[in-house]
């Protein structure tokens, strides 16, 4: 090799050396600048989509809503979701994604509010279908613009950090909104739980009109990246999109998007099941008290902010994805059932629950880093809102069939058993998933 190849293989490897020094530093920037308010925004999504679970408590009783009812109320939301994903995430990626996120928040926190007005169970299912229409887009806006910003390698352990906003609705949510029902309750002639859908409801307005300052459209124009830092983040993603599939029609063909939003579908239904009725299976146990009843709701979430994290950072040092996905929901599906064999033992059913629940929530981390691995530009928004679309039907199934099966049965460890056996085939169908693209 003369003289001259040599100079020209080292001056290119000292610019690649070069460029991965400037994105290491770019994407330390970038997840302490944007992160952790997509994460607080992702929060009060979720916790103004949950808190009717602790509503229930007082709201039930007040407005006479039999379980059936309530459980087409909660998931009634998802109809609306459901609807609206994939036009949403289309037109969310052809207007900008922060303009749109910004007017959903207003608007979903605005409907939220709302819903201390309702009476009657008509009103209590068009407060939820329009709180699902005005959400719809959010999430897929979100992980989208993630996806903008992190390649592939690394959109598990940010996935991990987004999902945090998840068990933290339960973790914090559980506490304040029993605290905000208890506090409020008869206030001005109002009962506590109306106060609380109007206190947690502001947050997401305030954030909304926030969010224009604090997030930049992409790399390019961030003011806080350097040149070097942002041209080098950029070009990372412009080489990794390139290998993707960039077309909508394109994706709807592939077999991988069908296995996705079916094992989206399994693990979300018992999800969504969990999420809603929690406070109802701890008070299967014998507890009575509101507060304490949302007191113990975090535990199983606190759990599983650790866990989720542990198991996303793991699998990002290892390079193993596959049985990082799929272990943690045959625990899930493990733990919901070991705890039906105590049901009125509070102190072993909530050990089991938060087995259960953590498992769970260190799968949907790590399901959610999947989709940018094979999707990107319109593929990519289309793609995701179809998959975050099965999500939606889950959890317009989830708590329709808690109750139903509940009621059925006369027995909530019943229903508690068919989300065990959801659990246990959306681990199974993971593993059907290609191994080149876990890789």
């Not at 809603?276 to 509101?290: A, K, M, R, V």
Request: proline content about 4%.
């Amino acid at each position: 090799m003369n003289s001259g190849n040599t100079a020209a293989l080292d001056a290119t490897a000292a610019e690649a050396a070069a460029c991965d020094a400037a994105a290491h530093t770019a994407y330390a920037k970038v997840t302490r600048r944007i992160v952790p308010f997509i994460v607080l925004c992702y929060f009060f999504s979720y916790l103004d989509r949950v808190n009717v679970g602790f509503a229930k408590l007082q709201m039930q009783q007040a407005l006479g809503l039999s379980d059936v009812v309530y459980g087409v109320g909660a998931g009634i939301f998802f109809w609306g979701y459901m609807l609206c994903q994939v036009p949403s995430s289309l037109l969310i990626y052809r207007l900008g994604m922060r303009r749109c996120m910004a007017a959903i928040m207003i608007l979903w926190g605005l409907v939220s509010a709302a819903t201390m007005l309702v009476t009657t169970p008509m009103e209590f299912y068009a407060a939820r279908f329009l709180l699902g229409v005005t959400e719809a887009g959010f999430f897929p806006a979100a992980v989208m613009y993630l996806n903008k910003w992190y390649p592939a390698d690394r959109q598990s352990r940010i996935m991990s950090l987004l999902f945090l906003a998840m068990p933290l609705g339960m973790v914090l949510g559980g506490p304040v909104s029993g605290a905000l029902m208890a506090g409020t309750h008869d206030l001005h002639g109002l009962d506590g739980w109306q106060w609380m859908f109007l206190i947690e409801a502001l947050p997401a307005v305030l954030l909304g009109l926030l969010l224009l300052r604090m997030l930049p459209e992409s790399p390019r124009e961030a003011r806080w990246l350097s040149a070097e830092e942002a041209e080098a983040v950029s070009a990372l993603l412009d080489r990794e999109n390139a290998r993707k599939s960039t077309r909508f029609l394109t994706a709807l063909r592939s077999p991988v998007l069908w296995t996705l939003m079916a094992i989206c579908l399994l693990f979300n239904i018992g999800n969504y099941g969990l999420v809603f009725w929690l406070p109802t299976i701890i008070q299967s146990t014998g507890l009575q008290s509101t507060l304490e009843i949302a007191l113990l709701t975090a535990i199983p979430y606190a759990v599983a902010c650790v866990v989720m994290n542990r198991n996303a950072a793991h699998a990002e040092r290892t390079g193993e994805r596959r049985w990082h996905c799929a272990v943690p929901m045959f625990v899930a599906a493990g733990g919901m059932w070991a705890s039906t064999l105590a049901p009125h033992n509070t102190a072993v059913a909530m050990c089991f629950l938060t087995i259960g629940i953590s498992g769970l929530m260190a799968t949907l981390a790590m399901f959610w880093g999947l989709p940018g691995r094979v999707l990107a530009g319109t593929a990519a928004a289309g793609g995701i809102a179809m998959i975050n679309s099965a999500a939606s039907l889950a959890g317009l199934i989830g708590p329709i069939l808690m109750g139903g099966v509940k009621q059925w049965s006369g027995s909530i460890s019943v229903a508690v058993l068919v989300l065990a056996a959801l659990m246990l085939a959306a681990a199974l169908l993971i593993l059907a998933i290609p191994r080149r693209l876990m890789a």
